[in-house]
């Protein structure tokens, strides 16, 4: 579904971009345990190894966080 494809790029978003931990960041998305939130990241890996749109959609929000850009 579209709301996890979203809390996927979130999470994976949440662990390359600050240090918290997989159990905080579950925290962050509804209360998923570690395993779960390791589990989406690998999805959301995996769609972008076959998406260069999601490729560059993720780069521009990285952008976006991280204020280059702008």
């Known amino acids: 579904s579209d709301l996890a494809q979203a809390r996927q790029m979130a ?18 998305v509804g209360g998923r345990d570690h395993s779960t939130v390791l589990y989406s990241i690998r999805q959301a890996e995996e769609r972008l190894v ?21």
């Not at 999470?11 to 962050?28: D, I, K, Q």
């Not at 076959?50 to 702008?70: F, H, N, W, Y």
Request: aromatic share 0%; no cysteine; net charge positive.
């Open 11 to 28: 999470l994976l978003l949440g662990r390359r971009l600050t240090a918290h931990s997989l159990v905080a960041l579950g925290g962050m």
């Open 50 to 70: 076959k998406d260069p749109a999601m490729v560059r959609e993720v780069a521009e929000i990285t952008q976006r966080i991280l204020g280059s850009g702008e």
